[in-house]
């Protein structure tokens, strides 16, 4: 069979005729099957929705119990059958909870990646490699430029900062679900044993990871009722990024503005943003994380989604493999 047979895009998200579902769907549809939590790829108003537990459990937090008429917990590894197919799911290292969805048929295996990193995160599965007929591989760093360094550096410029300026307060910019947590995490392996205050759009999410045994540390809330201005000099915030453009930044003594996100990597952005201290830490795959991922599935075929698809797909042709974009739309990188 095809492999456009098994899955294809169609305006609610990618197909699977033999499944009757959908992976990632942006609109409502009976049967979602979701990869993780980042509302670009979870989306409430679905019939039945089938993804991880963890996944499950995010989306109740984001849209409230009902979020879906009905629910299915994914056990990693194991195989359920959906109409004529079957699937899979495997960690993606993205975010907690975060899979790539095995769909078979016929002989015929394709692998969606949702979005995925391969390096070390402590506060979620590593990346499965998964052998496949078909690999359908996110792009949002498919560009050569786009090398990502070691999460121990970017933390060491971090804290050499607020050693070095010890009576402004450094606010890192974070989405709250799966970056925020990264993060500070990511200090605590640094040494920095002190509390970290946060910013209460991440207080629910901090709480679930710590329910998941991933240990953050003492947090305390970011509010003024903690006490005065002089209280956060040399200490470290972190918050969704959108809330350090607004007047809750304003209380801080001297911030210093910090951006936790791949995109860093470009100066231009940093600078359009404001941000004085840029940390290049990305939940998505780097170039050559995204490269030696399709050498290491094997797959004959690639199909490239939601980012710089054209250099990957150049890539892909250049290496004997064949390769076209997929187009997708409703994709954004809430968790770059």
């Known amino acids: 069979m095809r492999a456009s047979d098994l899955l294809h895009p169609r305006p609610e998200g990618l197909y699977c005729p033999p ?36 996944t499950l ?6 849209y409230g119990d009902g979020f879906a008429g009905s629910t ?29 969805i095995a769909v078979e048929h016929k002989g015929l295996r394709i692998v969606a990646s949702g979005d995925y990193k391969r390096r070390p995160d402590p506060t979620c599965l590593p990346f499965e490699v998964v052998a496949c007929d078909v690999f359908i591989t996110e792009a949002t760093f498919g560009l050569p430029v786009f090398r990502h360094p070691s999460d121990g550096h970017e933390m060491a410029r971090l804290l050499k900062s607020v050693a070095q300026f010890p009576e402004r307060t450094h606010l890192v910019g974070a ?30 999410l901090c ?43 304003r209380r ?50 690639v199909w490239v989604t939601h980012g710089r698809e054209e250099a990957l797909v150049r890539w892909c042709e250049l290496e004997g493999i064949a390769a076209r974009p997929l187009h997708l739309v409703g994709y954004e990188d809430e968790g770059d």
Not at 283 to 288: E, L, P, R, T
């Open 19 to 54: 499944g009757d579902f959908f992976i990632d769907p942006v609109r409502p549809v009976a049967r979602a099957l979701v990869t993780h939590g980042h509302s670009d790829h979870a989306r409430a108003g679905h019939g039945t929705v089938l993804a991880t537990r963890e």
């Open 57 to 62: 459990d995010i989306m109740a937090l984001r």
């Open 72 to 100: 299915q917990a994914a056990v990693l590894g194991e195989t359920i059958a959906c109409g004529e197919a079957s699937v899979r799911f495997h960690p993606a290292g993205h975010v907690l909870g975060s899979a790539q």
């Open 175 to 204: 989405y709250a679900l799966g970056k925020a947590q990264r993060v500070i995490r990511l200090l605590r392996e640094a040494g920095h044993e002190r509390p970290i205050y946060i910013h209460g759009a991440v207080a629910k």
């Open 207 to 249: 709480d679930y990871y710590r329910s998941r045994n991933i240990d953050l540390g003492p947090l305390e809330p970011a509010t003024a009722e903690t006490g005065n201005r002089a209280d956060f000099a040399g200490q470290i915030v972190v918050g969704p990024p959108a809330a350090f453009a607004d007047r809750w930044a």
């Open 252 to 301: 801080f003594p001297d911030p210093v503005a910090c951006f936790a996100s791949g995109w860093m990597r470009i100066r231009q952005r940093a600078r359009q943003r404001g941000v004085e201290l840029p940390l290049i830490i990305s939940d998505h795959s780097d170039w050559d994380e995204l490269t030696d991922t399709i050498r290491d599935t094997g797959a004959g075929e």
